[in-house]
């Protein structure tokens, strides 16, 4: 099945004046062998003149909505509850300690409900959740999946992957993921040392100012 990539680069906001939304975004199109047969930049004007071209978006192709990282908190966590229904009830005061925010105001996307196992969770503030569906329902899109920019990565077990965005990088481990000023990687690195063996650089070097911020033992995996 073809396949429709749309990443948001700014937050959704409706324009008072007219019937669209102010935003600002990437799109990408691959056919079933996986190949790129299209992309782009757009607004929301021109997301609905895509989509216009076809009136089987969502029988033709997945749908997958890019979210950026710097909206959202991901990691896993343990939550306290012998069942799934008792690990349910529990992950809003189980995430207090992640968020700045009410909880009341957090949408939670959660991974598979184990007992004893770690919770991988994604926390978003509701508000931007409601904007992005908004968006995509007047734009006649049913997502298949609304993802992470993070979840696009490579990624091997063990390891902290790096990819670097101009001024900012993104850095995922097995449990979390987290996107900081490029200024701020080592930081970041550091913070999460006890989540990886090696570090993976995806697309480029560290310098060697930052290779001295980084905290010893390290090993720099091989691509």
């Keep these: ?20 939304y102010d935003v600002s975004l990437e799109w990408v199109i691959k056919n079933t062998e996986n190949e790129l047969i299209g992309q782009g930049n757009a607004d929301h004007r021109a997301l609905m003149d895509l989509t216009g071209l076809n ?17 959202a908190i991901a990691t896993s966590l343990m939550v306290p509850g012998k069942n799934a229904s008792q690990i349910e009830r529990a992950l809003p005061f189980a995430v207090e300690e992640f968020v700045s925010s009410e909880v009341e105001e957090l949408h939670i ?13 994604h926390l978003i503030d509701s508000v931007i959740i409601r904007r992005v569906l908004d968006l995509l329902n007047e734009s006649n899109i049913s997502p298949t999946r609304l993802i992470l920019e993070s979840e696009l990565m490579p990624h091997q077990n063990h390891t902290a992957s790096v990819f ?10 097995d449990h979390h993921a987290i996107k900081v000023h490029r200024n701020n990687v080592t930081k970041a690195i550091n913070s999460l040392k006890n989540d990886f063996e090696d570090i ?10 930052e290779i001295s911020e980084l905290e010893e033992p390290i090993v ?4």
């Design 164 to 173: 670097n965005q101009g001024e900012t990088s993104l850095v995922k481990t």
């Design 109 to 121: 996307a959660k991974g598979r409900i184990k007992s004893g196992d770690l919770l991988t969770c």
């Design 55 to 71: 009136e089987n978006w969502n029988k033709d192709f997945e749908i997958s909505v890019i979210l950026l990282n710097t909206w």
């Design 220 to 223: 720099f995996a091989k691509n």
């Design 200 to 209: 993976n650089l995806l697309n480029s070097e560290f310098t060697d100012l």
């Design 1 to 20: 099945m073809k396949h429709l990539f749309i990443k948001l680069l700014t937050i959704p906001e409706k324009n008072p004046e007219h019937d669209y």
